[in-house]
Structures are given as C-alpha cells and as structure tokens.
C-alpha cells in the first residue's frame, strides 16, 4: 500500500520520492507565480502581460519532457 501510494507514480517517470515531491513543489510554486501574475493583469492590464503565458508554456515543456 505504500508503495502504491508514495512511490509507484515517482518511479513512474525515473524520479525517488524526494526528487518529485521537489519537482512538484517548485511546479506549484511557479503555478502560483503566474496565478498572481495574470491576477494582477487582470485588473492593470499594462501589468504582466506574458508572464503567466510565459511561466505555463515553460512549465508545459518541462512536463512533456519526462517521463509518463
């Protein structure tokens, strides 16, 4: 049951458990980076206008590079 729970879909694209609890946080975090940044251009438009763009395009290729 652990194994199923904690380490089957780590070791599902090559990584331990600490590598991807790592990969997955420093993900979220840039979630929420480009969460405040299309939150702030949303109200001052001349405000970030790529940088939420930018941050998921980077995050989408970091992700179709690994593996299933």
């Known amino acids: 049951m652990i ?6 879909h780590p070791a599902s694209v090559d990584e331990t458990y600490g590598e991807h609890a790592r990969f997955a ?3 979220s975090l840039q ?3 480009a969460a405040g940044a299309a939150l702030v251009h949303a ?13 998921i395009a980077r995050l989408y290729a970091r992700t179709c590079n690994r593996g299933a």
């Not at 194994?3 to 089957?8: H, T």
């Not at 109200?43 to 941050?55: D, Q, Y």
Request: net charge positive; glycine share 4%; aromatic share 16%.
């Open 43 to 55: 109200v001052i438009p001349c405000l970030f206008e790529k940088t939420a763009s930018r941050i």
């Open 31 to 33: 979630l929420f980076a």
């Open 3 to 8: 194994d199923r729970v904690f380490l089957s």
């Open 25 to 27: 946080a420093g993900f």
